[in-house]
Structures are given as C-alpha cells and as structure tokens.
C-alpha cells in the first residue's frame, strides 16, 4: 500500500515550492474572481454579457417576446441536468478560447451544434402548439428560427 | 437502548436504500414518460373514422382532420383578384386580346381563363372549351383528377395517358384531395403522380432522400409545371432533360424536335408553355433560401392551442400576415408594393415582348404574301417559335415574375430580342426576293 521514501529537501527548498504554490493558487483565484468565473454557474443573462461581444444578443433579448419567460440557457442549453452542464463546459471553453484569441466570426453565427439545442428546445416548450407540424425524424424537421429568426434576440 | 447494527450492516442498509429510491425514481419517471407518449399518440392524429384504402373524399379524410379540411374547403370560396390573379374567374383573352393571335390555331386562343381554387381542379378541366375544340387524351386526368392514381393501377400508366379524354372523364369526379399529396396511413408528404417522378430520375435525383422541406415543394411540382405529350400514346412528360430553365426547356424540345401545334398565321413549329411555376421559381432567391411553396401559400396557422398548415392554397397578396411577414418584418402596404412593383414591371415587359411578337408575325405574314417559300422563311420561323415560347414560359407562369424577378426579365429580354430578330429576318427575306425580281427583269 504505502511505500515511504525519503526525499531530501532542505527547510527552504520546501518553504519556497509551498510559496510558489501560494502565489499561484492566489493568483488564480483572483483571476477566478476578477472574471466573475462563479456567476457562469448561474441562469442570470448577465453572466454572458461578461463578454461584451454578447452585448447585442442581450439587448435583442431584452426587447423580445421571450424576455419575460426565457433566459439565454432556456434556449441555449439541454433541460436536462447533465446535458445543461456537459454544454456549459464545452461552450465555455470554445467561447473562452475564441473570445480570448479573438479568432471567431464578426458578426458571430450560430454553429450546427448549438442549433440543434436552440431548436430542440423551441419544440420542448411548444410542444403543443407544434404538435401538427412538427416531425423530428431524419430529413422531417423544419427549423423554427428559419422564419422566426427575431424571437431570441434578433438575427 | 441497545445498538440494533453494527456500523458496517447500517452503511449497507443505507446504501440500499439509496439505490432503491434512485431505481423507483427512475421507474416512475420512465412511466410518466410512457403514458406521456401514448397520450400524444392517442391526440394526434385524432382519429374518428379509420380512412378506408384508396378513399378520395376530402371530406371523409376531414372527419380525422377538420381543421385542415375547412381550411382545404375554402378553395370553394372566390376571394377575388389580385392585380394580376387571384381566384375570379375572369377571360384572359378579353383582357389581353393579343393572346388570340399568339396563340392563332391553338386551343388557347378559344378559352384561357383566371383559374379557380384547388376545389375546381376537375370541374374547370370538364368545362373548358379546350377539352371540346381538341381531343384531348386521358393525360390531363394525371393532375385533373384524385382518382388518377386508381385510374393508373386499374388501367396501366400508358393507357391512362394515351385513352381519349372523353372516355375516361366519367370516371373522374374529384378534383384536388388530401390523397394527392398525404399518405393515408401517416400523413406523410408522398409523390403520388409518375410523371414527376419519371422527370426527377431522369434528372439523377432520388426522390426517397428529399426532406421534408423539400416535399413541401415537391408535392406541388407534381402538377404546376410546364409539361408535354410524348409520342403516340400522349404519355404526360416533363421537358427537363437539360435542366429547368427555358433554355434548358427548349433544347430538350429541339433535341426531340417537338413541337405542340403550327402557328395558324406564320406556319412556326411553335411550343405551348403551361404554368411553369416550379420551373421558375426553381431559379429565385425564395427556392435559394430553402424556401418552399408551402410556406408561403399555406403557410402555418394557429387554430386554438395548435398550429396547422393553411389548407385554402391560395394568393399570399390575400394572406399577407401569414405569408410574408413572418419572415419579412415590413408593414403589410411595403410589403404589396414590393410585389407590385416586381409584378408591374413584369408585366411592362410582357406586353413590350408581345409588341414584338406581333410585329414578328406581321412581317413573316408579308413575306409570305410576297411569295416567300418555307425554306426562305425558316430562320424567321424558328426565331418566332424561340422568341414566343419565352414570353409564354413568363405568360403562363401564375406569379407574373414574381417566383424569380431577374430570370423573369432575363427571359424577357431574350423573348423581344429573338422576336425582333425574326421580324429582320422575314423583312431581308422580302427585300432578298424583290432584289431577286428586280435582277431577273
């Protein structure tokens, strides 16, 4: 189970790998902290609007007809907890790298994947009213925001 | 109180638990999953009646579907005209008189009317003058009547096309129908008429691979296209062998060297185009975006609590909110005006074009009176035949350009072209043989 061994570290050796360890954790955690990193565990909209580049997005938002009964993550991610939280991560990533190398479209453009969510999630809460005229089997489906590309937040 | 477990057997017995109320959680949540799906198959469809096999009557279909139905059986109703269409019956050939001597020596030039709704496929087809001037073969029925399909099975596809008209009508009472374009059992958007399924093959497209966007188009092409009589059995064709453009339309015509009747003034081997709506529409920005018929001329409506596909088919200048502004956020008055002014100068080009064609007409009659031979006047004749079998395929189209502004133009364009080059050509041919008799004096 447990092998001792010994290593041979003088008091100040260890004293200054701990102070080096101190300064890093510290400093992350400010970054963490400056960067708002615990709002994204949230729902609030605000969160996204951490980057600025989500600025028109938000204020489309804010004067559309979903303002009032949806936020970004109703829309943008899975209703399940561990879907919800598997696209949290891997969005959060791509838009962390894309935002902090700057290297993503302008004006920005939804990708396949996302859209796939955003759609599923239209027929999710509409179920009813879609009922007719919805199919979701291969080649069956037609895309809500084809036509009503404004209830979000404006194309 | 005395210690019942020991610390070990109360960990398992919690551990139990604990997986007991996760595995009932997830039980009764596959359950309400179930009932919840059995439900929504119990709703939809709502079924009444059980359709019977090969059942045509919209309204027996409409017992399961009422909110389609009322909507489908609105097509009865005339909800007037548009600028240019609508669904009044009015004479064409009143209005635009110069129809009759473009068409000299075709059925057309008899009767051309505005065409009712999808009600009236079969009854209109029965009353035209066209079906009584000319033998017309049991092809019309593919698109004329619901019970084409039937017909097909019972009779075989050749003998359909190619049994006199007359013969068969009695065995057609319904026009458009639910079966037409819907699969009985699910509902599902199917091609039902050969002839555009023979054309689509022949064009390389697998028609088992279109999506549901694309049926929703699809199932419209099956009658509203420009079509032909092949051979001797009239087997009903479609001329896209090429492509779907007019130039592609009459090279296959010119390959086949077809053509649909003489031209009573001039003796041009001329082609009549009918409703080429899938055609023209085919090269516009709408079918570009992925934009079907269906989402403009039955475009989603709400009924109650759900939405359902508008089933009265018909002008969306009469269902502007619907048809248009979903997509195009712009006042209901823009949005007609923009239309008008695609259509309006579509319809300024239309009648510079047919300007042309008479004075085409009005030269190659001349130069027949001053004694010119076929074979003098082929070139004339061909360019007639071409430059009016453009104006036709715009003519004849029902959106006065609207399905595709720039091709509709640019068809034009050529239309007045050729035909003022056939006026050119009839007059040298003139000039040609009184330079003739001038030299032999």
Redesign the interface.
């Given at each position: 189970m447990s092998a001792s061994f010994k290593v041979n570290v003088s008091f100040g050796m260890l004293s200054l790998l701990v102070a080096v360890l101190g300064i890093l954790v510290g400093l992350g955690a400010y970054t963490f902290v400056y960067a708002r990193g615990f709002s994204y565990f949230s729902d609030d909209p605000k969160a996204c609007l951490n980057c600025h580049v989500m600025r028109d997005a938000f204020d489309g938002w804010r004067h559309s007809s979903h303002r009032s009964v949806a936020t970004c993550n109703d829309c943008h991610t899975p209703h399940t907890f561990p879907g919800k939280w598997l696209v949290k991560g891997i969005n959060g990533w791509n838009h962390s790298v894309a935002f902090t190398t700057g290297d993503f479209p302008d004006p920005i453009r939804i990708r396949e994947f996302n859209a796939r969510i955003a759609q599923q999630n239209c027929v999710e809460c509409h179920e009813?009213?879609?009922?007719?005229?919805h199919?979701s089997g291969p080649?069956?489906?037609?895309s809500c925001v084809?036509?009503?590309?404004?209830v979000g937040h404006g194309r | 109180m005395r210690q019942m477990f020991s610390s070990r057997q109360l960990f398992i017995y919690v551990a139990i638990f604990v997986v007991a109320v996760a595995l009932t959680a997830v039980a009764a949540a596959l359950l309400v999953n179930i009932s919840q799906r059995r439900l929504e198959a119990e709703q939809y469809p709502l079924k009444v009646v059980e359709i019977p096999k090969g059942e045509l009557d919209p309204a027996v279909w409409g017992k399961n579907f009422p909110h389609q139905y009322d909507r489908f059986i609105k097509t009865k109703e005339d909800y007037g005209q548009t600028p240019y269409g609508g669904s009044t019956p009015y004479n064409k050939l009143e209005r635009y008189p110069v129809l009759k001597r473009l068409w000299a020596g075709n059925p057309f030039s008899v009767d051309y009317n505005e065409e009712r709704g999808h009600y009236y496929a079969q009854i209109d087809q029965r009353e035209t003058k066209r079906v009584q001037v000319v033998k017309q073969p049991g092809a019309c029925l593919n698109c004329h009547a619901a019970e084409a399909p039937q017909l097909i099975a019972e009779l075989g596809w050749e003998t359909l096309n190619k049994t006199p008209y007359d013969e068969l009508k009695a065995r057609a009472h319904l026009g458009t129908s639910c079966a037409d374009c819907h699969d009985p059992e699910t509902m599902e958007l199917v091609i039902t008429r050969p002839a555009f399924r023979n054309a689509m093959e022949q064009r390389g497209i697998d028609l088992s691979k279109a999506s549901r966007q694309e049926m929703r188009t699809y199932v419209c092409a099956q009658c509203h296209v420009e079509y032909y009589f092949l051979g001797e059995n009239k087997i009903l064709t479609f001329p896209w062998s090429h492509g779907l453009t007019i130039n592609d339309i009459e090279q296959h015509y010119d390959d086949y060297g077809f053509k649909d009747w003489t031209h009573q003034e001039t003796g041009a081997p001329m082609i009549k185009i009918q409703h080429p709506e899938f055609e023209l529409w085919s090269t516009g920005i709408h079918a570009r975006s992925g934009v079907a018929c269906a989402d403009c001329h039955m475009p989603f409506m709400r009924v109650g609590g759900v939405k359902i596909s508008d089933h009265w088919v018909r002008s969306p200048l009469v269902n502007l909110s619907q048809a248009c502004q979903t997509c195009h956020r712009w006042p209901e008055e823009e949005l007609r005006t923009r239309v008008a002014i695609i259509q309006d100068t579509t319809a300024r080009l239309l009648r510079r074009s047919e300007e042309a064609l008479v004075a085409a007409i009005d030269a190659i009659v001349a130069a027949r009176a001053a004694g010119a031979t076929d074979e003098e006047l082929s070139e004339a004749l061909n360019l007639h035949r071409a430059a009016q079998m453009r104006w036709d395929f715009i003519l004849s189209e029902n959106s006065t350009g609207f399905h595709s502004p720039q091709e509709a133009a640019r068809v034009l364009a050529e239309s007045i072209d050729l035909a003022r080059q056939a006026e050119l050509k009839a007059q040298q041919v003139i000039a040609g043989s009184e330079r003739d008799l001038l030299t032999t004096r």
């Open positions: 009813v009213l879609v009922s007719q005229i199919r080649h069956q489906e037609l084809f036509c009503h590309g404004n | -």
